[in-house]
T-cell receptor, first 116, second 111 residues
Framework: EAGVVQSPRYKIIEKKQPVAFWCNPI?????LYWYRQNLGQGPELLIR????????DSQLPKDRFSAERLKGVDSTLKIQPAELGDSAVYLC??????????????FGEGSRLTVL | DAKTTQPNSMESNEEEPVHLPCNHS???????IHWYRQLPSQGPEYVIH???SNVNNRMASLAIAEDRKSSTLILHRATLRDAAVYYC????????????FGKGTMLLVSP
């Protein structure tokens, strides 16, 4: 079974440029998460989707970050314009949440962004 | 979210058992204790979780204190591949709640 697929794995851009990350979750998973991980820190939630609906985007910097999850499957995370402080690893995770399970999260390998 | 406290780092020798502690004195009755680990250059992966009773799976064991204010992740025989950052996370029984990561414990394994 394929895991969570993210692309690109690495991206180097200059500040003020736009950048987009793509995530393909595990088939059938209804919940999708975007996390950001700075060096030496644990991942921090940016946004959580339940199917197509963003149910928790309180930590998403909405002035420059946007996300969408079309048809409740794939998702994209965009930054425009990028700032130096956006350099980090962006992690996508998915889970299947039902009334009878605790929704173990499966993570992709992440997209490492470097802003120069 | 209830918080957890973990040592910043721990060291172990290969093939020896490892006990990774976690304190969670403000745990609520509906919080599960989850452990994830993150190998270098990879995303976190699920290790184990429990509510009240001790739990075992192919990766590890989870020992939960009777008052649930602390827990210990046990790796029975550490290998070099177990070198990772281990995160102890409290998560409400409702599966829709978000995982909130702390800094975790970096486990170093020596040959």
């Amino acid at each position: 079974e394929a895991g969570v697929v993210q692309s690109p794995r690495y991206k180097i851009i200059e500040k003020k440029q736009p950048v987009a990350f793509w995530c393909n979750p595990i088939s059938g998973h209804n919940t999708l998460y975007w996390y950001r991980q700075n060096l030496g820190q644990g991942p921090e939630l940016l946004i959580r989707y339940e199917n197509e609906e963003a149910v928790d985007d309180s930590q998403l910097p909405k002035d420059r970050f946007s996300a969408e999850r079309l048809k409740g499957v794939d998702s994209t995370l965009k930054i425009q314009p990028a700032e130096l402080g956006d350099s980090a690893v962006y992690l996508c995770a998915s889970s299947l949440v039902t009334g009878s399970n605790t929704g173990e999260l499966f993570f992709g390998e992440g997209s490492r962004l470097t802003v120069l | 979210d209830a918080k957890t406290t973990q040592p910043n780092s721990m060291e172990s020798n290969e093939e020896e058992p490892v006990h990774l502690p976690c304190n969670h004195s403000t745990i609520s009755g509906t919080d599960y204790i989850h452990w994830y680990r993150q190998l270098p250059s990879q995303g976190p992966e699920y290790v184990i979780h429990g509510l009240t009773s001790n739990v075992n799976n192919r990766m590890a064991s989870l020992a939960i204190a009777e008052d649930r204010k602390s827990s210990t992740l046990i790796l029975h025989r550490a290998t070099l591949r177990d070198a990772a950052v281990y995160y102890c996370i409290l998560r409400d029984v409702a599966g829709y709640s978000t995982l909130t990561f702390g800094k975790g414990t970096m486990l170093l394994v020596s040959p």
